[in-house]
Nanobody, 124 residues
Framework: QVQLEESGGGLVQAGGSLRLSCVAS????????VAWFRQAPGKGREFVAG????????DYANSAKDRFTISRDNNKNTVYLQMNTLKPEDTAVYYC?????????????????WGQGTQVTVSS
């Protein structure tokens, strides 16, 4: 059974930083692209950042550019999202998602390989 488990969320003041982790079991993350999505209260799920199997291709939403960094350690079967200069509008549940096709990763269309999410709350 494939599971993606996010961790690292929490409460932080505006301007602070958090690092999210996505660890997989039952799936080698080196075979899939991995993305982070988020969903704020009352809003739809939105793409944040994505990374290809060996990290040669990286994609960011405009809201994440220059503040967030996605990376991966395939030896640890883990993908990270370093979030700096956090803003209250970054408050959301952050989800990890994997897809074998990097080209559609940011669309989040595959129903497979989603984590349960980790809450990030940024206070002003």
């Amino acid at each position: 059974q494939v599971q993606l488990e996010e961790s690292g969320g929490g409460l932080v003041q505006a301007g602070g930083s958090l690092r999210l982790s996505c660890v997989a079991s039952g799936l080698s993350l080196s075979t899939v692209g991995v993305a982070w999505f988020r969903q704020a209260p009352g809003k739809g799920r939105e793409f944040v950042a994505g990374i290809s199997t060996i990290g040669t291709a990286i994609d960011y939403a405009n809201s994440a550019k220059d503040r967030f960094t996605i990376s991966r350690d395939n030896n640890k079967n883990t993908v990270y999202l370093q979030m700096n200069t956090l803003k209250p509008e970054d408050t959301a549940v952050y989800y990890c998602h994997a897809d074998r096709a990097f080209s559609r990763l940011r669309l989040g269309v595959s129903p497979d390989y989603w984590g349960q999410g980790t809450q990030v709350t940024v206070s002003s």
